[in-house]
């Protein structure tokens, strides 16, 4: 008994040490975007009092926080936009049609998702700069795209070809074509496992930096990570104020987080639970 | 309303053995047809077919004198009820059953009368905003055969609408729809493994085996004058007895006359002519026998007149279900059932005679295993 | 899972067959290019075309991009002999074996915790898991603070306790960087494994694990009897997963040490853009073909690694 409860305590220690790891980055960040470098200087970890709020507002408007902050919602929205769309055709297609090379294609594109990007870095700099998509939240875009294609469609792939044929015959003698077809039922029934690749999307891209710092180049255009980055690169000593920047960073992620966090596990873990 | 007409219609999948091979099929107008068969038999790609889902190998379909071939399932103008209901998940009962007439761009006000209609006539009014995953089975076949309905259709087609429905709803569902078929009037095509919703929905039954149609008939033609072996055993509750006997003549008062025995059987075969058996003399027959033929004891007039057979054999099991009893006997190494009333005073283990009339007699080509015909 | 590769004669013949979906009605082409072309001209124009063209491009020398100077096999000579190239594999594989080895073990004695019936198993399960979402760039920003020689949590905690002889210059020690960047690298992706190895804990039949509790199995003999030869296929997936992620480490890198002190933690990423982009070379043939030898590598290595586990694999079951 007492061994167990002691096995118990030695469990319950170790549960508090791992969220404390875990969470405590991320809590002392918090802090010191509402302090000023001076008083993190003085103590690095102390509780923001007075809390200086008016700091995201200076990082926002001063250090252009906010263009950064659009353009990543720009280029992100717009590219799981049609990531979505583009994965989610494509996805249907491979799992409902049958023809000759269906399983090579699929084979083909699932292939592609075990390529580190880097692969294609420089010869997607190169195409860019030929047809004047360099240092445009296109191009990067289009990228974007490219980049989470592959997965969208194992994913979407793999649920839609579960979803019963009767279905489709049922649509069919209802009275509809392929396209209506995709439109009204693939898309509502297949809803859930959309949603995960959104998710999914959503957070990869808003994270990536590979990219956006190589195919960015123009101040007006960076996205979030690479603005982060550069502002620490030209104010390495003001660290209460990168601490905003960061903050600002992460919210959208953290709003969402609190809301849909079973969902958004779930999506980030989608390509390996299967 | 329409009729169907199928003219050698074939079905093959890539060099595989044709799943559907060269069926004839003529369905009347406001007629209600049951393709019967085992799983396998051809009979649900048959049924795809005719919807449209499916495409045609070789042969030629079609409905109310238009070949539709080529034409899409959505032109055909027909209605078809899954076995898996096919409800679309994430629309409420009220669209599931709009969502045929929208795409065929009928009048709003028409299409809410029609969904009215057929949700009072099915009982469906109250789960008209619920989705299908908050429906029981039943209600969800319902749903299945209302959006059917609502469609107005030339020819329904139903595809084992029963089989996932609990043993009394299935009762229920079978006479609603036999119902809405003598109220609709409408030419219906129903696909089904089951011989009691055989027997008792269709007008026809077209009984299918291995891609090919068998037979042809009323429920009643096609259980009393099984086609062949296979017709015989897969009609009928416990199936048709068969056993295998050399056929012989003998000769009696009243002329010559075949039979069929050995020393543990004697079957008379007094419906054919000798002379059409003549070439069978010697030959191992399959007799068919009803297992509601049959009667326990020894037969009560001599067997020289011909009229009744009889077999010996050992009781193997005794099964009573309450009405009747079925009494398993094996004769000479062949397993016999025969239907008996509700007291039987037999014990298992016990050496019977079980004897029947000559005229329930079946009599199938050993090698063709068709039926021959009765002649008198 | 993109680790399993399809294998085996029939696996390729498979291949060419039409596709499993039901629709045999013979859909037109035209509807099948409209669903599946713009996926096919992304993937053709942004995936496959640059892969061919990188590997083009490495048998060039590239100063002017309009002027690409056609040098046969110099770059891949001179690749052999490149010592920092060498250290940028040694340091990936480093990296690319040990990170996934700790990530998924982490992430599992994360997810016994959690299977051990604790409260606010939710809670916890939400908080382990923040560390995936932040991106690189915020995760690298933050632990360069906490790895502040100075001021940093790390060398802070070590000096309260007596153990000041630890604080290190983690990032700036060529013996310690990588272990360091390797580290932080575990911390992000433990709670990702960790959600993945509790789902697959709770879809364990649990008839098994009671059969185990009736056999008198302690908690360490139903781990090794029972609960890590059921998950074996899951853990397997989020190494070859975890291997493959880590083939691609660039961000971390960039932003805390940018390959140094000494290149004690360049990675083949790092090099490539190093490369192409920061060092003032100016040639884009060179790091085309540290791409196109990496690109045969990771290939080689992947089906290298399904090969292995599969095969051993199959003696087991």
């Known amino acids: 008994m007492v061994s167990r409860a002691l096995g118990r305590g030695g469990l319950m220690a170790i549960l508090v040490a791992y969220t404390a790891f875990a969470g405590f980055p991320f809590l002392w960040v918090g802090t010191m975007s509402l302090r000023t470098t001076t008083e993190i200087a003085y103590n690095h970890y102390g509780w923001p009092s007075p809390a200086h709020w008016a700091k995201f507002r200076a990082a926002w408007i001063d250090s252009a926080f906010n263009t950064y902050f659009t353009n990543s919602a720009t280029v992100v929205i717009g590219s799981v936009a049609v990531i979505t769309l583009v994965g989610a055709a494509a996805a249907h297609c491979l799992a409902r049609y049958r023809f000759r090379g269906n399983r090579l294609v699929y084979f083909i594109l699932f292939s592609s998702i075990i390529l580190p990007p880097q692969i294609v870095l420089i010869a997607v700099y190169q195409t860019l700069v030929e047809y004047n998509l360099y240092d445009t939240l296109w191009g990067l875009g289009l990228v974007y795209v490219s980049l989470q294609l592959p997965l969208t469609i194992y994913l979407l792939e793999g649920f839609f070809a579960r979803i019963p044929q009767d279905l489709f015959d049922a649509a069919k003698v209802d009275g509809y074509g392929d396209f209506e077809i995709f439109f009204r039922l693939v898309l509502p029934v297949g809803m859930p496992a959309i949603a995960t690749t959104v998710i999914l999307n959503f957070i990869l891209l808003w994270n990536e930096f590979l990219f956006a710092v190589v195919l960015i180049s123009d101040d007006e255009l960076r996205t979030l990570p690479v603005g982060i980055q550069r502002f620490m690169g030209d104010h390495f000593q003001d660290i209460g104020m990168i601490a905003t920047g960061v903050m600002i960073s992460v919210l959208p992620v953290i709003v969402v987080y609190a809301f849909f966090s079973e969902k958004l596990i779930q999506g980030m873990t989608a390509g390996a639970v299967k | 309303m329409a009729t169907v007409q199928l003219e050698s219609v074939s079905k093959s999948y890539g060099n595989g053995p044709l799943a559907v091979d060269s069926v004839d099929l003529s369905i009347a107008d406001g007629e209600f047809m049951v393709l019967l068969g085992p799983s396998g038999c051809g009979k649900s790609t048959t049924l795809r077919m005719i919807a449209g889902i499916e495409s045609i190998t070789s042969g030629q379909l079609s409905i109310d004198g238009r070949v539709v071939n080529n034409v899409p399932a959505r032109d055909r103008d027909i209605a078809m009820v899954f076995q898996s209901y096919a409800l679309y998940p994430h629309m409420t009962v009220a669209d599931n059953l709009a969502f045929g007439l929208r795409r065929r761009s009928v009048p709003k006000p028409e299409i809410a009368r029609r969904v009215r209609e057929v949700s009072d006539l099915l009982g469906l009014a109250p789960y008209l905003a619920r989705k299908p995953s908050a429906l029981s089975g039943g209600q969800r076949q319902r749903v299945a055969l209302g959006r059917a309905m609502v469609r107005e259709p030339q020819v329904f087609l139903f595809d084992e609408p029963l089989s996932n429905l609990d043993a009394a709803l299935r009762v229920n569902t079978r006479n609603e729809l036999i119902r809405q078929h003598h109220r609709l009037g409408s030419t219906m095509i129903y696909v089904t493994h089951d011989q009691v919703e055989a027997m008792t929905m269709g007008n026809r039954v077209c009984v299918m085996n291995a891609g090919r149609v068998v037979q042809i008939g009323s429920p009643l033609e096609v259980y009393w004058n099984p086609a062949d072996t296979f017709v015989a055993r897969f009609l009928g509750s416990p199936p048709m007895n068969l056993l295998e006997l050399p056929a012989s003549t003998a000769t009696s008062g009243t002329g010559d006359w075949c039979r069929a025995s050995n020393e543990n059987a004697t079957v008379p075969l007094t419906l054919w002519h000798p002379a059409t058996l003549a070439p069978y003399a010697g030959k191992q027959m399959i007799i068919g026998v009803r297992a509601e033929d049959l009667r326990l004891g020894p037969p009560a007039e001599t067997t020289s007149t011909g009229r009744l057979g009889w077999l010996h054999g050992r009781i193997d099991a005794i099964e009573p279900l309450g009405a009747e009893t079925l009494v398993l006997v094996s004769a000479n190494g062949t397993e016999v059932t025969a239907r008996l009333g509700r007291d039987v005073s037999a014990r298992v283990g016990e050496a019977v005679t079980l004897s029947f009339d000559a005229a329930a007699v079946h009599l199938f080509d050993p090698v063709t295993t068709k039926a021959i015909a009765r002649e008198r | ?317």
């Open chain 3, 1 to 317: 899972m993109p680790g399993q590769v399809a294998s085996g004669p029939s696996a390729w013949r498979r291949l060419f067959q039409p596709g499993t979906g039901g629709d045999t009605s013979g859909a037109s082409w035209l509807v099948l290019l409209l669903f599946l072309g713009p996926a096919l001209l992304v993937f053709g124009a942004m995936i496959a075309y640059p892969m061919a063209r990188t590997i083009y491009d490495s048998f060039f020398t590239i100063d002017d991009p309009d002027k690409p100077v056609w040098i046969g096999l110099a770059n891949y000579v001179t690749l052999a002999g490149d010592e920092t190239f060498r250290r940028a594999v040694l340091n990936t594989l480093i990296w690319s074996v040990a990170a996934p080895v700790l990530d998924v073990g982490v992430g599992l004695l994360l997810a016994l915790c959690l299977f051990a019936k604790v409260p606010f198993t939710r809670f916890l399960r939400i908080a382990w898991f923040t560390p995936v979402l932040l991106s690189y760039v915020v995760v690298a920003i933050v632990w360069l603070w906490l790895y502040n020689y100075d001021w940093g949590i790390v060398n802070v905690m070590f000096r309260a306790v007596g153990l000041g002889g630890l604080a290190s210059a983690w990032l700036g020690n060529p013996h310690l960087a990588l272990g360091s960047l390797i580290f932080i690298d575990v911390w992000k992706w433990a709670g990702f494994n960790m959600v993945v190895c509790l789902a697959a804990i709770h879809s364990l039949p649990s008839e098994v694990l009671e059969a185990a509790e009736l056999d008198n199995c302690g908690w360490g003999g139903k781990l090794r009897f029972v609960i890590v030869p059921l998950l074996r296929p899951t853990l397997l997936n989020l190494y070859i997963l975890a291997f493959v992620a880590k083939m691609k480490v660039f961000d971390l890198v960039w932003i805390m040490t940018q390959g140094g002190p000494l290149w004690s933690t360049e990675t083949v990423s790092t090099y490539v853009y190093k490369r192409a982009f920061a060092w003032n070379t100016f040639d884009l043939g060179y790091p085309a073909t540290i791409a196109s030898v990496w690109f045969g590598v990771v290939i080689v290595t992947v089906l290298l690694l399904n090969r292995l586990l599969r095969s051993r694999e199959r003696v087991e079951f």
